[in-house]
């Protein structure tokens, strides 16, 4: 491989805010053929979960891959914990289909919540790409937890940030911002929204009365990725899908977000038990700490 890296190697790592951390990773075949919407499957080691991370970014000139990973549970923890020079076990992808691109013939807005905002960078840039204006709006809780910033605010041709508590930007929610654009008469004629299930919820409630064309990236719990467990079967108008292979992008006036969130909170007390034994064993030196 170029420059002596190995395929799957951890190039670089950088804590972005408290809890999240970005990774580049060496993985040029993934890189060449991945497009904006689409994510990947992480497994840290031989023994480790197999977890999808959407992609927060693709360099295929050097063939790096950045995912941003927010450390929840025992795998997303495994795999903060790695070191720049480690590879990881297996890196899968590109998975899913694209974010659907097209010129919009108006304004075309990305919406991101905490690690909901990485992926809208490759959506915005290949929204540029097919001529259309574009706006993003950014949110987290404070100024403290942002993050890509810059990144954004290099591609999109204005940037709208949000904090609940109000120490930057805009004092509200996503949709507060997503709202002022509406009420201030912008043509939006699409609605990219990323982040928690309440966010995208909401971001779709807003939207529907204008009918703007909205779309969500969901993140149900996924085993396999390939469409076989079930696992991350969601309701769309009704129909059940599968986020991994029919995914992970939907409808955004069409999804049964309360479904969603009752799914995700499944498997909450054996998550817990999990990563607090990971925890435990890391303190005394028998986990990756
Ligand atoms: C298509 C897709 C893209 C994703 N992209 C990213 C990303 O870019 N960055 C990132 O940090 N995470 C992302 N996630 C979520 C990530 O996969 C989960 O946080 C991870 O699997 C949790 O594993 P864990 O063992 O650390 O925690 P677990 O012990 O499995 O879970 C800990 C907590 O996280 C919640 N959780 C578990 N899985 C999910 C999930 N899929 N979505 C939301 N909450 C979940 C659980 O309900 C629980 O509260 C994505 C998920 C999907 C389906
Ligand atoms: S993760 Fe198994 S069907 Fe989607």
């Not at 992609?55 to 929840?72: F, Y």
Request: glycine share 12%.
């Amino acid at each position: 491989m170029d420059g002596g890296c190995q395929l799957n190697e951890i190039l670089d790592k950088r804590e972005l805010c408290p809890n999240i951390t970005m990774f580049r990773i060496s993985s040029p075949e993934l890189v060449r053929r991945a497009e904006a919407g689409q994510f990947v499957i992480l497994r840290a080691y031989e023994h480790s979960e197999r977890i999808p991370m959407s992609i927060g970014g693709l360099d295929p000139a050097n063939g790096i891959l950045t995912v941003v990973v927010m450390e929840v549970g025992r795998s997303s923890a495994e795999i903060v914990r790695m070191k720049v020079g480690e590879r990881f076990m297996d890196v899968v992808g590109p998975l899913g289909v694209p974010t659907h691109m097209k010129d919009f013939g108006g304004t075309c807005v990305v919406v991101g919540g905490g690690v909901g905002i990485p992926p809208i960078l490759p959506i915005a840039i290949a929204l540029k790409v097919h001529g259309n204006k574009v706006i993003g709006i950014i949110g987290a809780r404070s100024k403290d937890l942002l993050i890509y910033e810059n990144e954004l605010g290099g591609v999109c041709d204005r940037l709208l940030v949000t904090t609940d508590d109000g120490t930057e930007g805009i004092k509200g929610f996503v949709t507060t911002a997503l709202q002022q654009l509406v009420d201030a008469g912008e043509n939006v004629k699409f609605v990219m929204a990323v982040g928690p299930v309440i966010m995208m919820k909401n971001v779709a409630k807003l939207t529907q009365p204008h009918g703007i064309e909205t779309w969500v990236s969901l993140n149900p719990i996924m085993v396999d990725g390939t469409g076989m467990c079930g696992g991350c079967r969601v309701s769309i108008g009704g129909k059940s899908k599968f986020a991994c292979v029919d995914g992970p992008d939907f409808d955004a006036h069409k999804v049964d977000f309360d479904e969603l969130i009752q799914r995700q909170a499944m498997y909450k007390t054996q998550e817990k038990i999990a990563y607090d034994t990971y925890l435990e064993k890391c303190k005394i030196g028998l986990g990756r700490a």
